[in-house]
């Protein structure tokens, strides 16, 4: 078997058209333009990167941002202030502070701080929290696990009822993973550095989300024949046949699984595309829940 792609650029490139259109309805019908600050303390590479790419995005698809880069040092009352001082602005409608944060400063309070009418990353606290409970709805879902699902979702994939195993249990990814999949009826398993037998626990699954930061960690033989695979890792390795000597891999060895699994995500180009389609979904969302558009 040779897995069906799942093109998480094509897919990501259709919602972000669709977005667009109704950006320039808001601007034509209202007068106004959704806004996203884009917060980030410090200078982890990575960070710099991902941000200046969700910029880029937002300009493509007519959405205002506004960067705001802080040096590392910055005190956890100058990160929580600006925060603040962004939830009164009525310009903005979303309020993105990049993660990691530097060391020193607590992570939880910054989340805690944001507007929940501005949470368009779905990391306060309250959001979480609907997230983890039956029958509540959070305002905002984080973007990465929102766009898991949506490709999921976009294929066609039977979730309810499906053995789900979601490697990784980060705040941002894993977790938050596991609970859509959840409340979307499937049967989770979550996995981490204490599992034991990760190879036979993997092997159960008919949807695998990967999202551990280990490249190539999932072998082929790890994974059932006709599995669904999604890979969320993004690795760089070594590579002397790439023009600058590094190439990026997920956590799962590509080649190995595309000939097992029934469809699988690329990397790049798979799940990447969709975090910023789904980020720029949710702050288009907030501008309408503003306008009593929802
Ligand atoms: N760091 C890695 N992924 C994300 C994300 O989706 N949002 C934010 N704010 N930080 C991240």
Known sequence: MTATLIDGKEIASRIRARIAEKVRHMVEQHGVRPGLAAV???????????????????????????????????????????????????????????????????????????????????????????????????????????????????????????????????????????????????????????TRDLPDVVRRADILVAAVGRAQMVKGDWIKPGAVVIDVGTNKIADPTAKNGTRMVGDVDFEAAKAVASAITPVPGGVGPMTIAMLLENTLRAAELKLGQC
Do not use: W
Not at 79 to 84: A, T
Not at 107 to 117: I, N, Q, T
Not at 140 to 145: E, G, L, Q, R, Y
Not at 150 to 173: T, Y
């Open 40 to 194: 980030l303390v410090g200078d982890n590479p990575a960070s710099h990167t991902y941000v200046k790419m969700k910029r880029k995005a937002c300009a493509e698809v007519g959405i205002e941002s506004f960067g705001f880069e802080l040096p590392a040092d910055t005190t956890q009352a100058e990160v929580e202030r600006l925060v603040r001082e962004l939830n009164e602005r009525p310009d903005v409608n979303g309020i993105l502070v990049q993660l990691p944060l530097p060391p020193h400063l607590d992570e939880a309070r910054v989340l805690s701080a944001v507007g929940l009418d501005k949470d368009v990353d779905g990391f306060h606290p309250v959001n979480i929290g609907r997230l983890a409970m039956k029958g509540r709805q959070p305002d905002f879902v984080p973007a990465t696990p929102a766009g898991v699902i949506r490709l999921l979702d976009e294929c066609a994939v039977q979730i309810a009822g499906a053995n789900a195993v979601v490697l990784g249990r980060s705040n941002i990814v894993g977790m938050p993973v596991a609970l859509l999949l959840i409340h979307r009826d499937a049967t989770v398993t979550v996995c981490h550095s204490r």
